[in-house]
C-alpha cells in the first residue's frame, strides 16, 4: 500500500557466510530482497534487506522522478578524509533472536550496521536488523564491545534506536546533513559490515533521488536515494555519506539479480531519518500523519490519484473517493504519488490541511484533519 500518510581488520577474519545462511523472522523474499548479513537469498531482480540472517516483507521500488532541483555547496573531502573523519562512528550490531522450529526454540544471530546519533550513546540503524532481538552486542572500531539496549523502532521507515552505556571518549558522533540538497551525480561512501567484514568503505555517488521503497510492515520510504556504492548483506543501517562528511542517508536495501551488490542500492533519506530518530530517542513512538488512502499514477496528467479509501479514514471521512486525483495539499502543488506521501509526511497528526483534487473534469476543495497513521 502506497501510504501518503573504522574498524581495524578482525585477526584471523573468517570466511563470509552465504547470504542465504540463517533464518529470518520474516518469509523468504520474492520480488524484493533486504540488506542485514544472511537471510533467504534473493530472487533473481529482488530488492533486499542488506542485513545477516534476516529476511523480509515483499518489497517493490516504485520508479518515479529521479531529477534533483536544490545544489549542495558543502566542501568537497577525499575518500580518504571522510573515512578517516566518519569510520570512528560507525559500529557493527550483532542481534541474537530467538527461532522456533516445530516444538523447538533455537537462538540465531543477525548482523547489521550503524552509526552513533548523540553523545547520549544512542546509534541509528534500520529496524529490520534488530527486530525480534533478545540481546544486542554494539561493536566500536576501538575493538570495544558494549551491550545495546533497544530504545525504539519505527517499522515504517525501517528505523530503530538502540543505546550503548559507553564514555564520551569512545562515542564519535555523525552529523546529520540535508538529504533535500543531495544531487544526482554526488560522490558518496557507504561504510558498514558486509558479510561480516566490519569498517568497509566503498565509493560511488548517487545514481538517483525520490526513490520509493516500502517499509517492513508496507508504508512507503519515500524521497529514498539510490546509489551505485557497493553495499551487501551487512551494510544494513550503516550510514550513506557525502563528500563534506555528513550522514545524508541510511543504507537498506539493494536491488539484485545475484543477491550480492549489482550496484543499485537504496538509502532511507536523512531527513526522515531526523524526523523519526528525534522521536524515537526520547522513547516515544514516531507519530505519522495518516491520510488513509492507496494512490497510484494518474492516466493523464499529473497529481496522485486514489485508487483506494480506508473506511472511516481521514480521506473517506471528507468524501473522497477512488478516482480521484489529488492536485495540491495546503499551498504544495501535487505532481506525482511520491509528492503526495512527501507532503502529509511534512504534517503531524491532528493538523487540518486543505485538500484540492480532480473529479469528473472538475476541481473541488476541502479540508479535513489528518489522522495518526496505525501500525
Not at 531482480?45 to 555547496?73: D, E, K, Q
Not at 566490519?198 to 524521497?223: C, E, F, K, W
Not at 492516466?299 to 486525483?325: E, M
Amino acid at each position: 500500500m502506497n501510504e501518503i500518510p573504522g574498524f581495524p581488520p578482525l585477526p584471523n577474519q573468517p570466511t563470509p557466510p552465504p547470504a542465504s545462511s540463517g533464518v529470518g523472522r520474516r518469509a523468504a523474499l520474492t520480488v524484493a530482497a533486504l540488506l542485514a548479513v544472511g537471510g533467504g537469498g534473493a530472487a533473481v531482480g529482488a530488492l533486499t534487506y542488506a542485513s545477516m540472517n534476516h529476511g523480509g516483507t515483499t518489497t517493490v521500488i516504485r520508479n518515479v522522478s529521479a531529477n534533483g532541483t536544490s545544489t549542495a555547496t558543502e566542501a568537497a573531502l577525499s575518500i580518504t578524509d571522510i573515512a578517516k573523519r566518519t569510520t570512528p562512528g560507525v559500529v557493527d550490531l550483532v542481534v541474537t533472536s530467538s527461532s522456533t522450529n516445530g516444538f523447538f526454540s533455537q537462538p540465531q544471530t543477525a548482523e547489521g550496521s550503524g552509526f552513533v546519533y548523540d553523545t547520549k550513546g544512542d546509534i541509528v540503524t534500520n529496524e529490520h536488523v534488530v527486530a525480534g532481538a533478545t540481546s544486542i552486542k554494539v561493536n566500536f572500531p576501538s575493538g570495544v564491545s558494549y551491550v545495546g539496549k533497544l530504545i525504539g523502532v519505527d517499522a515504517s521507515t525501517d528505523l530503530a534506536v538502540v543505546r550503548v552505556k559507553a564514555p564520551a571518549s569512545a562515542l564519535h558522533p555523525l552529523a546529520l546533513g540535508d538529504s533535500s540538497k543531495v544531487q544526482v551525480g554526488d560522490p558518496v561512501i557507504a561504510i558498514g559490515s558486509p558479510f561480516g567484514y566490519r569498517g568497509t568503505v566503498t565509493s560511488g555517488i548517487v545514481s538517483a533521488l525520490h526513490r520509493q521503497m516500502t517499509s517492513p510492515d508496507n508504508y512507503t520510504i519515500a524521497d529514498s536515494i539510490q546509489t551505485d556504492a557497493p553495499i551487501n548483506h551487512g551494510n544494513s543501517g550503516g550510514p550513506l555519506i557525502s563528500a563534506s562528511g555528513q550522514v545524508i542517508g541510511v543504507n537498506a536495501q539493494i536491488q539484485s539479480d545475484s543477491g550480492g551488490s549489482d550496484g543499485v542500492g537504496f538509502a532511507i533519506p536523512a531527513n526522515t531519518i531526523q524526523i523519526v530518530v528525534s522521536q524515537l530517542v526520547t522513547g516515544k513512538s514516531a507519530k505519522h500523519a495518516y491520510l488513509g488512502v492507496s494512490i497510484g499514477t494518474p492516466v493523464n496528467g499529473t497529481g496522485a490519484q486514489i485508487d483506494s479509501t480506508v473506511t472511516g479514514g481521514p480521506a473517506d471521512k471528507a468524501g473522497l473517493a477512488p478516482g480521484d486525483v489529488i492536485t495540491q495539499i495546503g499551498t504544495s502543488a501535487i505532481a506525482s504519488p511520491n509528492d503526495l506521501t512527501g507532503v502529509v509526511d511534512s504534517f503531524h497528526p491532528g493538523q487540518q490541511v486543505k485538500v484540492t483534487y480532480k473529479r469528473g473534469g472538475n476541481v473541488h476543495t476541502v479540508t479535513l484533519t489528518l489522522g495518526t497513521r496505525p501500525s
